[in-house]
DNA sequence: CCGTTCTGATAATACGTATGATCAGTGGTT
DNA sequence: AACCACTGATCATACGTATTATCAGAACGG
C-alpha cells in the first residue's frame, strides 16, 4: 500500500441535510424525520398540509438521508456484505463465485438491498482475512460468506457474536445458518446410474481438502456404493487426486476402473486429455462422471456426465435466508436456517455402459 | 421511500464501544480514540505504558472501530461505490463487467477499499437507475460508473454536485473525470494493417448505439481511410449492423468488402457463421477485424484479428483515478483527470492480404 | 369555568467516534 | 514567589438521524 495513502482526508462538501431541508420548509429537523420515515400515528401527528411542504422540499433538493447516520441511529442500512476469502472475479475463480453472485446479485436487486464487498481484507496466505483490526462488518446489516473452505474459527466468532450471517454451502460447525447444495443425495443417484449401466469397477478422485463440499460428495460416493454392494465398496479406490497429469492418469490406470468419479471437473478434464492421448476412448473404454460443473476456461471439453450444483440458486436462497434472519432475528434454533438445494442431474455423453 | 423502510429493526446487540474499552483500561473515551488511530504528537501525548495498557485491553476483546461512527465522525471510510447500468455478473453481461470488476476488485484490495455495489437501485426499462430516492451515493466516498451507455444527464448531476466520481470509458459530457480506451488510435493502427495487406474494399459494421466508445471506433476507421485515401473512404459504407444474421451478410455481400470491421464481436461471429454456410473463406476470401474481445459465450469462434481493449487494467486505474481524486479533492481541471489508455492489438487469424 | 382529550409540532437525547480546547500537575527559570 | 513550558489526560462538542417525551394551544364535555 503507497503511503500517502492514509493521509486521506474527506474534504466533506457540506451535506444536504435534514436541518437544511427542516430550514427551508419552515419546520424542525424532527419533522422531517418523521416525513422521511413515513412515520403516522399518534406519536407522529402530522397533517397533510405540513406533510407536502415538506415533501416537495425534500424532492426539490433531492434529499437523500446519510446512512452512517441512520446506522448509527439503529436503523437498518439495507446493507448485505459480500465476503469470499478468494478475489472474486479473476478468471481462475470466477467460475465458482461468478454463479454464486449472479444469483445475489438478482435477488439484491430484488429485496432491494445494496451489495457491500469486502475487498479490503488483507490476504494471508492466499486468503483474506475476515476478522482483522479494521473489518468492516458492522457497516453491513449482515453479511454472506462464500468460500470452498470456511475457516471453523470464524464461524464460531460470527456465532458467539450474534452477528446475522448466512454461510453458502453447508457448514459443519454448530449453530451455523446456510444454504448448501445436498450433494450426498446427488452423488448417490450417480452412483446408482453408473451401477445399473453396469460399473462395478469405480474410482473416485477428489481434491485435498477438508471442505464439506467435498466430504459430502465422498460421503455420498460411499453411501450410493455401500446401498449397492459394500464387498465392492471396500475394494473401491477413494484417493486424493494427484498433482500432474501424468499422476493422475496412472491412478486411473492402476485401479483398473472401468468409471472415474473425478470430484473436481479440472481432473475430470485433464484424465480425458491423457485417456486421448493413450488412445483411450472415452466413454466407450473408460467412463467419466465429474461432481460439478466444469471452468469455462477448459475449452474442448467434451460434455462430461455431471452433478450440476444449483449456484445461482443457491445465492439467490442465502440473500433470501439472511433478510429472513435480518427481520425476525438471529434464530435460537439454527436448524431451521439450514437448507439443501438438490443437484441437478446432467446427463452428458461421457458415462456409457459398461463393457462386458 | 418503500414502507418496509423503517420495519426492518435492527436489535442491536450491545457493541463493543470505546467506552466499555475505556472504562476497562482505567482512561477515558478519548484516550481510547487516540490509541485506536494512533496519533501523537503535541495534542495527544499518551506515554508509552499508557499505551500498551490500552492496546491490551483492545487486542484482548477484539475491538473494530464502528465504521458508521467513524464516517459520522467524518472519517473517510475507504468505501468505494460501484454503479453499473445493468446486473454486473449474469453471463450476459459478464464478460463486459468482469474484467472490469476484476481490475477494480485487485486495485481495492491493494488500496486498502471496500467496494459498495449499488444493487438496490431501481431497474427502469431493462437499466438501473443512478438517482432514485433512496439512492446510497453518500455512503461511499466516492463511486465508479460503468457501463456501455451512460446518461449524460446522470453525469452533469453528478458533476454539479461535487460528488466524486470516475466513469470507466471516455465520455463526451463535460468536467468528466474517465478512464477510457484509445479505440481511435487503435483502429486506426488495424485500418493501416489491412490497407497494407491489400484491402482496398473495406466494411464498417458497428452496434445501434451513441455510446462515446463505439463513436470512438467508427472515428478511428474514418480517420484511418482517411490517412490511406480519402477517396477510398468517400466509397466505403459504415453502417448500423442489421439484426439478423442473414441481413448481416447480405450488407457483406452487396459491400462487396474484401474486410469487414464488426466493431461488435457477436456481429463477426454471426457473420463468420453464414461465410462457411455460404462457402465463404474466411479469412482467404473475406477478412474479418472485430474492435473488442469476443465473448466466451460464444465458442467455436476463430480467433479473431481485433482490438483488445484492456479492460482489467481500465479497472484498476478507474479505481486509482477515483483515489487520487478523494484525496486531492474535487478537481477544477478535469482536464488532467481523463485518462486513455491503449488497446492490444491481436493478430489473429482472420486477417490476411487481400486476393489481388 | 375547569379538567380532559386531542392536535400539531418541537426539544432533547441517544447512537459511537474524532478532535480541538482545556485542565491539573510538575519541574524549571528568573 | 511568580511565571512559564511541558506532560498526561480529559471535557466538551460535532457529525446526521431517529425517537421519546414534552409543550402549547384548541376543542370538548360537564
Same mark, same amino acid.
Given at each position: 500500500?503507497?503511503?500517502?495513502?492514509?493521509?486521506?482526508?474527506?474534504?466533506?462538501?457540506?451535506?444536504?441535510?435534514?436541518?437544511?431541508?427542516?430550514?427551508?420548509?419552515?419546520?424542525?429537523?424532527?419533522?422531517?424525520?418523521?416525513?422521511?420515515?413515513?412515520?403516522?400515528?399518534?406519536?407522529?401527528?402530522?397533517?397533510?398540509?405540513?406533510?407536502?411542504?415538506?415533501?416537495?422540499?425534500?424532492?426539490?433538493?433531492?434529499?437523500?438521508?446519510?446512512?452512517?447516520?441512520?446506522?448509527?441511529?439503529?436503523?437498518?442500512?439495507?446493507?448485505?456484505?459480500?465476503?469470499?476469502?478468494?478475489?472474486?472475479?479473476?478468471?481462475?475463480?470466477?467460475?465458482?463465485?461468478?454463479?454464486?453472485?449472479?444469483?445475489?446479485?438478482?435477488?439484491?436487486?430484488?429485496?432491494?438491498?445494496?451489495?457491500?464487498?469486502?475487498?479490503?481484507?488483507?490476504?494471508?496466505?492466499?486468503?483474506?482475512?475476515?476478522?482483522?483490526?479494521?473489518?468492516?462488518?458492522?457497516?453491513?446489516?449482515?453479511?454472506?460468506?462464500?468460500?470452498?473452505?470456511?475457516?471453523?474459527?470464524?464461524?464460531?466468532?460470527?456465532?458467539?457474536?450474534?452477528?446475522?450471517?448466512?454461510?453458502?454451502?453447508?457448514?459443519?460447525?454448530?449453530?451455523?445458518?446456510?444454504?448448501?447444495?445436498?450433494?450426498?443425495?446427488?452423488?448417490?443417484?450417480?452412483?446408482?446410474?453408473?451401477?445399473?449401466?453396469?460399473?462395478?469397477?469405480?474410482?473416485?478422485?477428489?481434491?485435498?481438502?477438508?471442505?464439506?463440499?467435498?466430504?459430502?460428495?465422498?460421503?455420498?460416493?460411499?453411501?450410493?456404493?455401500?446401498?449397492?454392494?459394500?464387498?465392492?465398496?471396500?475394494?473401491?479406490?477413494?484417493?486424493?487426486?494427484?498433482?500432474?497429469?501424468?499422476?493422475?492418469? *496412472?491412478? &486411473?490406470?492402476?485401479?483398473?476402473? $472401468?468409471?472415474? @468419479?473425478?470430484? !473436481? +471437473?479440472?481432473?475430470?478434464? #485433464?484424465?480425458?486429455?491423457?485417456?486421448?492421448?493413450?488412445?483411450?476412448?472415452?466413454?466407450?473404454?473408460? *467412463?467419466? &462422471?465429474?461432481?460439478?460443473?466444469? $471452468?469455462?476456461? @477448459?475449452?474442448? !471439453? +467434451?460434455?462430461?456426465?455431471? #452433478?450440476?450444483?444449483?449456484?445461482?440458486?443457491?445465492?439467490?436462497?442465502?440473500?433470501?435466508?439472511?433478510?429472513?434472519?435480518?427481520?425476525?432475528?438471529?434464530?435460537?434454533?439454527?436448524?431451521?436456517?439450514?437448507?439443501?438445494?438438490?443437484?441437478?442431474?446432467?446427463?452428458?455423453?461421457?458415462?456409457?455402459?459398461?463393457?462386458?
Amino acid at each position: 500500500m503507497p503511503d500517502w495513502w492514509w493521509s486521506v482526508n474527506m474534504s466533506t462538501p457540506r451535506r444536504l441535510t435534514q436541518r437544511k431541508i427542516a430550514e427551508l420548509a419552515n419546520v424542525s429537523q424532527s419533522t422531517v424525520s418523521l416525513v422521511v420515515n413515513n412515520k403516522e400515528g399518534s406519536s407522529a401527528r402530522i397533517p397533510p398540509e405540513t406533510r407536502e411542504r415538506v415533501l416537495k422540499v425534500l424532492q426539490e433538493h433531492g434529499y437523500v438521508a446519510d446512512p452512517a447516520a441512520r446506522s448509527l441511529a439503529g436503523v437498518a442500512n439495507k446493507l448485505i456484505g459480500v465476503f469470499t476469502y478468494e478475489a472474486a472475479f479473476p478468471a481462475e475463480t470466477r467460475d465458482f463465485y461468478s454463479e454464486l453472485l449472479t444469483g445475489v446479485e438478482a435477488q439484491a436487486e430484488i429485496l432491494g438491498y445494496d451489495l457491500l464487498m469486502f475487498t479490503s481484507a488483507p490476504v494471508q496466505d492466499g486468503r483474506r482475512e475476515l476478522f482483522h483490526p479494521t473489518n468492516r462488518l458492522r457497516l453491513a446489516d449482515g453479511c454472506l460468506l462464500l468460500g470452498l473452505e470456511i475457516e471453523s474459527a470464524d464461524l464460531e466468532r460470527l456465532v458467539s457474536g450474534d452477528y446475522p450471517f448466512v454461510a453458502v454451502g453447508r457448514r459443519d460447525t454448530q449453530n451455523v445458518p446456510y444454504v448448501g447444495a445436498n450433494y450426498v443425495d446427488g452423488v448417490v443417484q450417480l452412483v446408482e446410474k453408473a451401477w445399473k449401466l453396469g460399473h462395478r469397477k469405480f474410482l473416485l478422485l477428489h481434491r485435498d481438502t477438508e471442505a464439506e463440499s467435498v466430504a459430502d460428495r465422498i460421503r455420498g460416493f460411499v453411501r450410493g456404493m455401500s446401498e449397492m454392494d459394500p464387498s465392492i465398496l471396500r475394494q473401491t479406490p477413494i484417493s486424493v487426486a494427484a498433482r500432474t497429469s501424468q499422476d493422475l492418469w *496412472s491412478q &486411473v490406470v492402476s485401479s483398473g476402473a $472401468s468409471v472415474v @468419479f473425478a470430484e !473436481d +471437473p479440472a481432473h475430470a478434464s #485433464l484424465i480425458y486429455r491423457e485417456a486421448i492421448k493413450n488412445s483411450v476412448d472415452v466413454p466407450r473404454e473408460l *467412463s467419466i &462422471v465429474t461432481l460439478a460443473d466444469p $471452468s469455462t476456461l @477448459f475449452e474442448n !471439453d +467434451p460434455d462430461f456426465t455431471r #452433478l450440476s450444483p444449483p449456484r445461482q440458486k443457491l445465492g439467490a436462497e442465502s440473500l433470501t435466508l439472511l433478510a429472513k434472519i435480518l427481520i425476525s432475528g438471529i434464530p435460537k434454533n439454527t436448524a431451521d436456517y439450514q437448507l439443501l438445494l438438490p443437484c441437478e442431474l446432467v446427463s452428458g455423453k461421457t458415462l456409457v455402459a459398461a463393457r462386458v
